[in-house]
């Protein structure tokens, strides 16, 4: 069993940053593929970023290329995932997901467990 708690969310104004971080705990992520997803209200939940295992190897929707970064520190069992030039339409919860394997999917059904979620508000 793998508990994920995120923590870094709440309020930013447009162009501003936030840097949310997952916390794992029950087994170590070093040997797993870890991603960040979003739900915005009356939308389903979207792929945001993906890491691998060794963070190597990262991927991340057109939406958020070049504003998002996604990180890792396997010492600290925790993910990061880095917002900049953050976008009122990047107001959503955001959630950690663990998948035990080594190739990066972007739907959900390939995630194994799931955090509680974090809430980001951009305001314009």
């Known amino acids: 069993q793998v508990q994920l708690v995120e923590s870094g969310g709440g309020s930013v104004q447009a162009g501003g940053s936030l840097r949310l971080s997952c916390a794992a705990s029950?087994?170590?992520?070093?040997?797993?593929?870890m991603g960040w997803f979003r739900q915005a209200p009356g939308k389903e939940r979207e792929f945001v970023a993906a890491?691998?295992?060794?963070?190597?190897?990262?991927r991340y929707a057109d939406s958020v290329k070049g504003r998002f970064t996604i990180s890792r520190d396997n010492a600290k069992n925790t993910v990061y995932l880095q917002m900049n030039s953050a976008k009122p339409e990047d107001t959503a919860v955001y959630y950690c997901a663990y998948r035990a394997g080594a190739v990066i999917f972007t739907n959900t059904a390939s995630y194994d467990y799931w955090g509680q979620g974090t809430q980001v508000t951009v305001s314009s």
């Open positions: 029950g087994r170590t992520v070093s040997g797993c593929t």
């Open positions: 890491i691998s295992r060794n963070g190597a190897t990262t």
